[in-house]
């Protein structure tokens, strides 16, 4: 059956499955989670809609990537130590071009004084301080999936 999700999803047969289980697994908890949510909000009057939706897709969102990265299956044919070094090493590359295509933005902003948004050290500081903390989770989340397919596919041979 084809549907606009399919567009989104791995062409392996397995890991499309094993992706449709994670959405609906997070469905289900965004349910909950909007069900609590709106039931403690009778209760306290902090909670908001815009703040009941915001959590219950951060849930959402950051359950399925937890929930594929810790899977193992993101790199299949990672079987050998040889195959597994080269794919750290390119990691580390991504992770670096990132940061320097980043870097890269933000002196083209400074040179040009196109942005109104870093006038200030408060603001560059917290700029600088995405960046090291965006690059530190992907570089992160990468290494895990990876160490963990490695393992998985080891037992399988």
């Given at each position: 059956m084809k549907s606009w999700l399919t567009y989104f999803l791995p062409n392996d047969e397995y890991k499309e499955k094993q992706m449709l289980v994670f959405i609906a697994e997070g469905a289900i908890l965004q349910i909950f989670i909007v069900i609590l949510m709106l039931i403690a909000s009778n209760f306290l009057t902090f909670i908001q809609a815009d703040t009941i939706l915001l959590v219950s897709s951060m849930i959402f969102l950051l359950y399925v990537t937890a929930r594929f990265i810790l899977s193992g299956m993101e790199y299949a044919d990672i079987t050998t130590e040889r195959a597994y070094k080269k794919e750290l090493r390119?990691?580390?590359?991504?992770?670096?071009?990132?940061?320097?295509?980043?870097?890269?933005?933000?002196?083209?902003?400074t040179i040009f004084n196109v942005s109104v948004l870093l006038t200030n050290d408060q603001n560059w500081f917290a700029f600088l301080v995405l960046i090291i903390c965006t690059s530190f989770f992907m570089c992160s989340a990468n290494y895990i999936s990876l160490k963990r397919s490695f393992r998985k596919n080891k037992e399988l041979l």
């Amino acid at each position: 059956m084809k549907s606009w999700l399919t567009y989104f999803l791995p062409n392996d047969e397995y890991k499309e499955k094993q992706m449709l289980v994670f959405i609906a697994e997070g469905a289900i908890l965004q349910i909950f989670i909007v069900i609590l949510m709106l039931i403690a909000s009778n209760f306290l009057t902090f909670i908001q809609a815009d703040t009941i939706l915001l959590v219950s897709s951060m849930i959402f969102l950051l359950y399925v990537t937890a929930r594929f990265i810790l899977s193992g299956m993101e790199y299949a044919d990672i079987t050998t130590e040889r195959a597994y070094k080269k794919e750290l090493r390119a990691i580390l590359i991504k992770t670096s071009v990132f940061v320097s295509f980043t870097l890269f933005i933000l002196g083209l902003i400074t040179i040009f004084n196109v942005s109104v948004l870093l006038t200030n050290d408060q603001n560059w500081f917290a700029f600088l301080v995405l960046i090291i903390c965006t690059s530190f989770f992907m570089c992160s989340a990468n290494y895990i999936s990876l160490k963990r397919s490695f393992r998985k596919n080891k037992e399988l041979l």
